[in-house]
């Protein structure tokens, strides 16, 4: 039971353009949401999160976009750059389920110089 | 400040088996969380620690054990090793109830 699910295995674009990342997630439990990015031979970083009571979170070139009727969120990086290049793993966490996370398949992301 | 540490970075098994893995969480964290990631897939969570408790589970077997020491510091241990346990282990330390997780490097575990 996939709860959540990032359907593009790998995303290419050109340096200086918009990436749009997606997620969907089926568990209407999940009040919290994390995007993480994973370089090769590293443990995942913290990039950006929102809360379900947003629906927009912005942290400089990274906004993360909320839609909890369709149950889907999307991560824009503007401008991309090559070093943004790395596995981005959506996930998700509620109340209910503690603050243990759930993560997706992860996108992996190329950003072409 | 060191983050999460874990040890060794990777190793190699055979099935039947058993392992030990090592996490020492980052400095003012007090819980620590194991996550198990195979090739192509997302982290899945296998169990949280908190005071040298078991505080959350996931859909793991119970040949998946776990520790937390006084100094927060924790061992993920596998009995019977199966091939279907090749993945990387992830461990994540965070202050309790707090989604700021910070995850190590990960041990590679290869059973053959």
């Known amino acids: 039971d996939q709860q959540v699910k990032q359907n593009s295995p790998s995303l290419s674009v050109q340096e200086g353009r918009i990436s749009i990342l997606n997620c969907d997630y089926t568990?209407?439990?999940?009040?919290?949401f994390l995007w993480y990015k994973k370089y090769p031979a590293e443990g995942p970083t913290f990039l950006i999160s929102?809360?379900?009571?947003?629906d927009k979170n912005e942290d400089g070139r990274f906004t993360v976009f909320l839609n909890k009727s369709a149950k889907h969120l999307s991560l824009h990086i503007v401008p991309s750059q090559p070093g943004d290049s790395a596995v981005y793993f959506c996930?998700?966490?509620?109340?209910?389920?503690?603050?243990?996370?759930?993560f997706g398949e992860g996108t992996q992301l190329t950003v072409n110089p | 400040d060191a983050g999460v540490t874990q040890s060794p970075t990777h190793l190699i098994k055979t099935r039947g088996q058993q392992v030990t893995l090592r996490c020492s969480p980052k400095?003012?964290?007090?819980?620590v969380s194991w996550y198990q990631q195979a090739l192509g897939q997302g982290p899945q969570f296998i169990f949280q620690?908190?005071?040298?408790?078991?505080?959350q589970r996931g859909n793991f077997p119970d040949r998946f054990s776990g520790h937390q020491f006084p100094n927060y510091s924790s061992e993920l241990n596998v009995n019977a090793l199966l091939l279907g346990d090749s993945a990387l282990y992830l461990c994540?330390?965070?202050?309790?109830?707090?989604?700021?997780?910070?995850f190590g490097s990960g041990t590679r575990l290869t059973v053959v």
């Open positions: 929102i809360s379900s009571i947003k």
């Open positions: 620690y908190y005071e040298e408790e078991e505080r």
């Open positions: 400095s003012g964290h007090d819980t």
């Open positions: 996930a998700a966490s509620g109340e209910t389920s503690g603050s243990r996370l759930t």
């Open positions: 994540a330390s965070s202050a309790l109830g707090s989604y700021g997780y910070t």
């Open positions: 568990n209407s439990m999940f009040d919290y």
